[in-house]
């Protein structure tokens, strides 16, 4: 479980998120948010990114604010929602730096880290990004690529920013679900766009506005009608409908 | 599935590939070596005796050293290239961006200047060069408090420090004698292996070749920092500091470089672009390769500065950036510059 009690931080002297307390539970917990509204500044503040960051960090019982960068990189992942193209790396030399938190600094991964890379890899369908240089992929190929860098670090907390920004329908889908073995015994806290995405496949749902959470959404527990009322603080005008049992989103302009 | 059953076939093939390619060019490398220490102003004889014996002295002390400093001294502008562009995510890094060519520059201006020459003369082009770079980690870490670290920062405090070394140097220019200092000045900032001995070689290398040797081990946190800053904490490498740690071994070899033989133009920018066309990925093939055609580059222009004009020493910055320009045309023409770093 990770709790985290009255967390302040921001960008230089700005206050971007201003006293937040919440907790967060193993499985699939999503944060919904518009932009500018402080989705990026709360993962970069729990992966140590931003100095000056306040506030207590308790990662199943332990304090992880004052961890090393590398003691935490061992129980935090984060990845970014730009994902840098750098020429001549591959998929597979990006997954492998996501062993470096468990290791010496002179120790190089070898087969049975490679092993473990390919696996993952084949269970997203993207073995054959392991050969291919991040400059030569496409913007979603590469938006898999360091996501699967992200999922062979296997953190106890695994947050990802706009993990399906790039990525086509099919595999938007193909990547939430499968995502969804890993969640079992590891917390994963993403930012979506798409509150159907969100309803469709988190467990939770966090509401953030303007840096201070405004709710929250089970989407097992809740109704059409509920969720729609909650999601108004966010998006005024939209419409959520209870379709057999899943839920649809529309925008409706008028 | 074919497509995941022909994937280890196709790495296996690029992997061999790669370390053909530098075999091949380690035995070019050898082969060029072998020809440049045979060219010279003293034919190097060992048929008569009277003749070994001189020939013998000047091959130890004076060829052999000259050669070996041009391969030392091009692998190091190579290796250190490649390190700054991958450190920096940026196809423009070179290691000049680290202020320690303009500092070396100035500190050997200035040894001109009081009149010292051989060692002495090194020595200072070596601590102008280290103060260039202690300068620009001072900088780096002044902007730092602010907050975000960010990679653009270094690039920025070394133009600055690059810029403040040039003026001083013009200002030194000014003031030098026109026809022995100035002239002194204008030829050590266009490199030359002339005046290299064993002893000068042999403090060059104690300085750079342990540094490289770290470089080469250092290969990862090279490759995670390319990541970007946010990204290299996400896997836990510290950036500020691994950041420092990689900027200053790669200064450390440039200064011991520069500070023997001058600045040598061009090198350190082109050699990991050569490199990176042939092998296309950042291994550790791609940082020996990155020494070798560094090393290739030198010498055939080191061989070319003392042997195209009979009875004089041409300026290897010339055939450097010479080779450069020619390869740059090459790939620009055909279309091959790499976009979107």
Known sequence: MLEIKRLSAGYGGKRIIHEISFTLDKGFNVLLGQNGSGKTTIFRALSGALPGTCGEIILEGTDISGLSVKKRAALVSYMNSEHTAMSGIDGMQLAKMAFYPSHGIFYTPGKKEEEFIRRTAEQFDAAALLEKNLNEMSSGERQLSWLIAAICQNTGLMMLDEPTSALDFNRTHDFLSKLQMQKEDKIIFASLHDPGLA???????????????????????????????KLRVLYPGIKIYENGGTFCVSACRD | MKRSTDLPRVQRHSRLSAECITLLSFAI?????LVSLNFGSFKIDFSSQEKKEISLKIFQTLRLPRILAAILAGGVL?????????????????????????????????????????????????????????????????????????????????????????????????????????????????????????????????????????????????????????????????????????????????????????????VGLIVPHMALALVKKRGKAFLFLCFIIGAGITVLSDLLARTLVPKAELPVSIFCVGFAVIWFACIFTRGKVREGD
């Open chain 2, 29 to 33: 490398l050898f082969i060029l070596s």
């Open chain 2, 78 to 266: 190579g290796v250190t290239g490649a390190v700054c562009q991958t450190v920096f995510c940026n196809p423009l890094a070179s290691p000049d961006i680290t202020g320690v060519a303009s500092g070396a520059s100035f500190g050997a201006a200035a040894a001109i200047l009081c009149g010292f020459a051989g060692l002495l003369r090194t020595a200072a082009a070596f601590i102008g060069g280290v103060a260039a770079l202690m300068l620009l980690l001072f900088f780096v870490r002044l902007s730092q408090r602010s907050g975000n670290e960010h990679r653009t920062r270094y690039i920025l405090a070394g133009i600055l420090i690059s810029s403040a070394a040039d003026a001083g140097l013009m200002i030194l220019k000014t003031a030098a004698d026109p026809e022995r200092e100035l002239a002194a000045i204008e030829f050590w900032t266009m490199g030359s292996f002339a005046s290299i001995t064993d002893k000068r070689f042999l403090i060059m290398a104690a300085v750079a070749i342990p540094a490289l040797v770290l470089l080469f081990l250092f290969n990862k946190q090279t490759l995670i920092l390319s990541r970007g800053s946010v990204e290299a904490r996400s896997v836990g490498l510290s950036p500020a500091l691994w950041q420092a740690i990689l900027l200053l071994l790669a200064a450390l070899a440039v200064a011991a470089v520069v500070s023997t033989v001058g600045v040598i133009g061009f």
């Open chain 1, 199 to 229: 309803l469709e496949y988190a467990d939770r749902i966090l509401l953030l506005n303007e840096g201070k959470l405004c709710g929250e959404i089970i989407p097992k527990n809740t109704d059409a009608a509920e969720a729609e009322e």
